[in-house]
């Protein structure tokens, strides 16, 4: 995945209570394990359905449906290469917010 190297936002913005409840929503469908491996699998690169449902253990179903609210919630976008649909991450922000939230659960604590 090609993507430019934009700084991630260092100050908070200032957000309604309608973004502040859409930002809520982002971070319930990343609290799930299953929604959660879905997106780390498409980290580096696209990946077809198939192969998201072995990776994340889910029928392709269940993976499809859970595929279906995160590119609603435009945290994975799809594009169709043949007869396969591909998912990948839909910007560089989704990138930045699992890396980072990575690392810090992998820190030693003090």
Same mark, same amino acid.
């Given at each position: ?21 859409? $930002?809520?929503?982002?971070?319930? $469908? ?16 696209? @990946? ?11 029928? @392709? ?22 007869? @396969?649909?591909?998912?990948? $991450? ?21």
């Amino acid at each position: 995945m090609t993507e430019s190297h934009q700084p991630c936002c260092t100050e908070l913005p200032e957000m309604s209570s309608e973004q502040l409840a859409r $930002l809520a929503s982002l971070f319930r $469908l990343l609290g799930d394990e299953g929604r959660l491996k879905l997106v780390m699998a498409c980290i580096d690169a696209p @990946q077809p359905v198939c192969c998201l449902s072995e990776i994340s253990g889910m029928s @392709q179903p269940l993976t499809s449906h859970h595929l279906r609210g995160l590119r609603e919630a435009r945290i994975l976008k799809s594009s169709r290469r043949g007869k @396969q649909v591909l998912y990948e $991450l839909d910007d560089h922000h989704i990138r930045h917010v699992v890396l980072d939230l990575a690392s810090h659960v992998l820190e030693p604590c003090d």
